[in-house]
């Protein structure tokens, strides 16, 4: 035997123990290491195994109309090349594996099937879209977004025939009921925990049971959007653009929400709405959740948890929105800490660095923010008025894109700061500058993190009309492609109070990391540069390919894409689109399950079209509705990865 070969079972080692491996499907250990593997086990000549070094992903061209069938679907034509100590390398091509299609049915572990994305009420009876006659459904979702992939010590579901690995899958929204009606904001989002069958050969996940999560504990779920694994093997959900308070009650969409939850327009309260779900997944595949009240009641995006355990920054999906950190009291327990918001001590703008300092909010419990959303009503907390009152007791701020008036009321600190965050940030003097803050994740090693900016407009540009100087945003033009934002961590921070906060994972400074390009419409109908980021949305990084991964939610891209930038060399590559009109969702990069890495993609309302989709709305409609039920399926699945050569070459 040549002793430059390993042994199958050496070879089966050195990928459970190995940094970096086969992005999901059918790569088997002995594929992977074809020119190192085979031979008999008993060679006590036999090197050591060659160590992995970087990944670097090989950009693909957009999808264009040439191929159109390419341009509505989930679309993949890049690579990933692997590089090893000895100078070998080896490529893989990628592609994705929808576990479903939602509106399918699929296996529910009893023996039984239940419907992907499926709504159900506060009794966990199915929501029913009764919108056209003869054609009564159970409603379903097209807008999965947030993923998590989780494994347990001790899984145990039957069905599965190598090892169980959980994924954990929550459903924003549904855009539309049958008769072309908007659901937006209507329907209580379900969230699911998936049991998926891990081939051990090949990596590859296979479903084998759908458990939909039981919410009626914690008053149901509104509008969950991105979401990301605690450091403690928990999904952390998010419930996005708050319902306000102040206007709940004439809301249509709220009342709406209302009935489909409780049965009537009026049960449902505005103040149980707008928090942080938390799920955790059963050995047996089912999930239980908790929804904690004392991270601010904002437009949560994407929270990230610093690997002290205690440190979350939070993204703010708004218009006159702030940079939020939460510090718990205790390790991998979020029911109790403190809340910050960032006031910038220094202007930010697309070619500054500046400086910031975080403003005490307040410190809770879960507990007592729930008895206070329970009992108060927002009259009882401060006022908040639309018209200039002619008092200077009262507050001029802007929310969501719109001049307020507010004054708080005697003795209410804690319940502003918990239940009327977004307004009392603006009295505390926070930098309340933000349009759409959207996906937030963390490079450990070089202890910085990262906020998406799906949009830089409005209140982030000097002189609009709602911009205001005393927040220290102020870039010079709009940029409707958006941008990342990247913040210096460090330890020592002293908040506003003059007291240091009790975490080294605070971020000091910020500054643009990258931005898109507004572009004059091109041959697709584009209006951001194709070959640049627009409107990013999710953010995930991976420490062991130093590769930040961006999903983009743009009206810009007439397809969406997932992009992979790598920090080390600056490149930015394109690995994924989504089909004509969806939104880049799901995000989530794992690097080692078992073995295996693995990157979660999903998408969310494909052939949602908008002027941007004029030139090419009627050649992709057809096709987009054969793939995706009319337009009321997405998909959740993973990128996968098979060598593009047969063996390692040097």
């Avoid at 090349?81 to 070998?88: I, M």
């Avoid at 009893?110 to 159900?120: H, R």
């Avoid at 502003?416 to 500058?433: D, I, P, Q, V």
């Avoid at 039920?629 to 060598?643: E, I, L, N």
Wanted: aromatic fraction near 8%; charge should be negative.
């Amino acid at each position: 035997m040549s002793q430059t070969l390993l042994s199958r079972r050496k070879a089966l080692q050195f990928l459970t123990g190995a940094p970096l491996l086969p992005l999901g499907t059918a790569v088997s250990a002995s594929s992977l290491l074809a020119a190192c593997g085979g031979g008999d086990d008993d060679d006590s000549s036999t090197p050591g195994p060659k160590n992995y070094v970087s990944a670097t992903f090989t950009s693909m061209a957009a999808p264009t109309l040439s191929t159109p069938a390419n341009m509505a679907t989930v679309y993949v034509a890049s690579q990933l090349k692997v590089a090893f100590d000895d100078n070998s390398t080896q490529t893989y091509e990628l592609g994705y594996q929808p576990f479903f299609v939602t509106g399918t049915e699929v296996p529910d572990g009893n023996g039984g099937t239940i419907l992907a994305g499926g709504y159900y009420d506060i009794n966990n009876q199915p929501i029913f879209d009764t919108s056209v006659a003869g054609k009564e459904r159970h409603f379903f979702s097209d807008c999965p977004d947030g993923s998590s992939l989780i494994s347990l010590a001790n899984a145990n579901v039957p069905g599965v025939k190598g090892k169980a690995v959980f994924s954990v899958v929550q459903f924003e929204y549904a855009s539309a009921d049958q008769a072309g009606n908007s659901a937006y904001g209507t329907l209580p989002s379900p969230i699911a925990v998936l049991t998926l069958d891990q081939d051990q050969t090949t990596g590859k996940l296979s479903l084998v049971k759908y458990h939909n999560v039981d919410m009626s504990k914690v008053h149901g779920l509104w509008i969950t959007c991105g979401a990301s694994l605690s450091p403690w093997n928990t999904h952390l959900s998010s419930e996005e653009y708050e319902p306000d308070a102040f206007t709940a009650a004439s809301s249509s969409m709220f009342k709406a929400f209302s009935k489909n939850v409780y049965g009537n327009e009026t049960s449902a309260n505005p103040y149980h709405y707008g928090h942080l779900p938390e799920i955790t997944v059963n050995p047996d595949g089912t999930g239980s959740v908790k929804k904690h009240y004392c991270l601010g009641r904002i437009s949560h995006e994407l929270i990230h948890v610093m690997p002290d355990n205690r440190t979350a920054l939070m993204g703010d999906d708004y218009t006159n929105g702030g940079l939020f950190m939460f510090v718990a009291d205790r390790e991998k327990d979020l029911s109790a800490g403190t809340l910050y918001v960032a006031h910038y001590t220094d202007k930010l703008t697309d070619t500054s660095t500046a400086k910031m300092q975080w403003i005490k909010l307040g410190h809770a419990t879960s507990a007592e923010i729930e008895a206070l959303a329970n009992t108060v009503k927002p009259t009882d907390i401060m006022e908040s008025l639309t018209a200039d009152p002619q008092d200077a007791s009262y507050t001029k701020v802007f929310l969501d894109g719109k001049a307020a008036w507010i004054k708080l009321k005697p003795g209410m600190e804690k319940a502003a700061a918990f239940l009327e965050t977004h307004r009392y940030a603006n009295l505390k003097g926070g930098s309340m500058a933000f349009t759409k803050m959207e996906g937030t994740t963390i490079d450990i090693k070089d202890k910085v993190a990262f906020s998406a900016l799906a949009n830089i407009q409005t209140s982030m540009i000097e002189n609009d009309a709602v911009w205001d100087a005393k927040h220290n945003v102020s870039f010079p033009k709009t940029v409707k492609a958006g941008g990342i934002l990247q913040h210096d961590l460090g330890a020592g921070q002293k908040d506003s109070d003059g007291n240091t906060i009790q975490s080294d994972w605070v971020p000091t400074q910020s500054h643009m990391l990258m931005m898109g390009e507004d572009i004059a419409s091109d041959a697709l109908g584009n209006t951001a540069h194709p070959d640049k980021i627009a409107s990013p949305d999710n953010l995930k990084f991976s420490e062991k390919m130093r590769t930040l991964f961006i999903g983009e939610d743009s009206g810009n891209h007439v397809n969406n894409f997932l992009w992979a930038y790598n920090v080390d060399t600056k490149q930015l590559a394109r690995v994924l689109s989504t089909p004509a009109g969806a939104e880049s969702t799901g995000l989530h990069a794992v690097d080692e399950i078992n073995g295996w890495t693995y990157i979660q993609s999903n998408f969310q309302h494909a052939g949602d079209w908008s002027s941007l989709h004029a030139k090419i709305k009627d050649q992709l409609d057809p096709l987009i509705n054969a793939n995706y039920k009319d337009k009321f399926g997405a998909a959740v699945g993973y990128v996968t990865a098979t060598p593009a050569q047969p063996s390692l070459s040097k």
